[in-house]
């Protein structure tokens, strides 16, 4: 098959120096797509960590690096329409947020400092966050994808029975084949995959395999 992998953080600019981002490192998209390969496929991975992808078949592997949320856009804009990919597993860790502005208070009023480098000798700054697009919601509908699609979900401060439930509504939203779901806490030894009334809980070390094996099965039933 052919396998797109998205994988790592993004950026929010907040100006030419400083973004907001998160914490994820991008080693579990870089080892599924490490193994994708390894198992025979050929794999692209978008990922904002390259250094973090392990060993792989260079020629099965081609690895596309980006830094923001714009980047990795489009990254899959350019990739996914036209039918070129049988399977994409969409493990980016994609900010909520856009930065639209950069303030400070002078007396009542919020003043827009934005800059190519905000100043540092602010007393306090203001950031105005937007909603970005949730960019596996484009996936079916923008861009047009009819193969399999594997989502992830990361909760925190919920319990297993809590889990599931917001992870299937969440798959059936972007109209995901599979779901890949877990918690912060939990996120280093396991994580429930399926899909409906049919999850597992698969432990870290057998994730890639186990993700792949489902992948390789729903494709053949499809006879991609």
């Known amino acids: 098959m052919n396998i797109l992998v998205t994988a790592g953080n993004t950026q929010a600019p907040i100006d030419r120096v400083r973004c907001i981002t998160n914490v994820f490192t991008g080693r579990t998209g870089g080892r599924i797509a490490a193994t994708a390969a390894a198992r025979g496929h050929a794999v692209t991975l978008l990922t904002s960590h390259p250094e973090a992808v392990p060993p792989a078949p260079a020629d099965r592997l ?4 980006y830094q923001t949320f714009a980047d990795l856009d489009g990254l899959m804009a350019e990739a996914i329409p036209g039918g070129r990919f049988d399977a994409l597993l969409h493990a980016a860790a994609v900010g909520d947020y856009h930065v639209a502005g950069t303030f400070a208070r002078h007396g009542d009023d919020l003043v827009d400092v934005s800059a190519g480098k905000v100043k540092s000798d602010h007393p306090e700054l203001w950031l105005k966050l937007v909603r970005a697009p949730k960019l596996v ?4 509908s923008e ?3 009819r193969g399999v699609l594997v989502k992830f979900k990361l909760e925190v401060g919920v319990t297993d029975a809590e889990l599931l439930p917001v992870a299937e509504r969440s798959r059936v939203q972007s109209g995901a084949d599979l779901m890949c779901a877990n918690t912060l806490d939990g996120m280093a030894d396991w994580a429930f995959v399926g899909a409906a009334d049919a999850y597992q809980k698969v432990a870290r070390d057998r994730l890639a395999d186990h993700l792949l094996a489902a992948v390789e099965a729903l494709a053949a039933g499809r006879g991609r």
């Open 62 to 65: 081609t690895v596309r690096p």
């Open 137 to 140: 919601d484009k996936v079916r």
């Open 143 to 145: 861009w047009g994808f």
